[in-house]
């Protein structure tokens, strides 16, 4: 598959998230954003102390990558929750078994239905005060015990040009949504591990934590059981 050229990720970083995210999906998987295989098989190791799990769901799923990683460590048909028409299709082409839902990840639309909860990469798309309803959302979309795995990866420090490279980054998307509309909210640095943990607790998480050596952790948040 080839990537797609500099004029199509113009004209996605200069559309909404919705609708850019429409445009780059026939081409999102030969993307760098793809979330690499290296980090599935990392939480999916993390996460076998944990289990077993029934009923598994992917928020933002989009093209279903992390559908792979329920396809194994559920019992179940993985369910897969995006906005983007475009992404979903793509993720149904891949994961014909699949339930695929459209639907803002801020107001999800379940009610105690899974064991276990993914979501890779998104992040970056929530303001900081989004988080309460994206994880309040996720807590009542889990059965009592069920676990919220949110795997991250190992922060860069700022010796290291990936620090410099993912601030240049929030810098320049800050200013473009300040002098253009509709806004695109992709961030790197809006979310530091105290205040996720803090956000997931705030949410009714208990947390906890998973060593991904060679990559990070993964948080492990819990909904309480009964």
């Not at 990720?9 to 026939?26: F, H, I, K, T």
């Not at 295989?37 to 933002?60: K, N, S, Y």
């Not at 979309?141 to 010796?159: C, D, E, I, S």
């Not at 909210?185 to 991904?212: I, K, N």
Request: aromatic share 10%.
């Amino acid at each position: 598959m080839n990537g797609p050229t500099l004029r199509e990720l113009a004209v996605q970083a200069l559309s909404s998230v919705e609708r850019g995210y429409d445009l780059l999906a026939p081409k999102f998987d030969a993307t760098p954003f793809r979330t690499p295989d290296w980090m599935l098989a990392a939480t999916i190791t993390a996460l076998r102390e944990h289990g077993p799990f029934e009923r598994g769901l992917d928020v933002c799923t989009g093209t279903g990558v992390g559908l792979e990683l329920l396809e194994e460590a559920t019992t179940e048909p993985p369910t897969g929750v995006d906005f983007s028409a475009g992404m979903l299709a793509q993720a149904r082409a891949a994961h014909p078994e699949a339930d695929l839902v459209r639907a803002d990840a801020r107001a999800l639309p379940f009610e105690a239905a899974y064991d276990l909860v993914v979501s890779f990469g998104a992040l970056g798309h929530f303001l900081p005060e989004e988080r309460g309803p994206l994880f309040e959302g996720i807590y009542r979309a889990l059965r009592p015990g069920g676990v919220f795995a949110l795997p991250t990866a190992r922060a860069p420090k700022p010796t290291h040009p990936a620090y410099w490279l993912l601030t240049g980054f929030d810098l320049a998307m800050r200013v473009r949504n300040a002098v253009w509309r509709p806004t695109f909210v992709m961030y790197y640095r809006t979310h530091p591990r105290p205040a996720l943990l803090a956000d997931l607790a705030a949410a009714g998480f208990t947390v906890e934590t998973s060593p991904m050596p060679g990559v990070g952790e993964l948080i492990i948040a819990r909904r309480p059981p009964g």
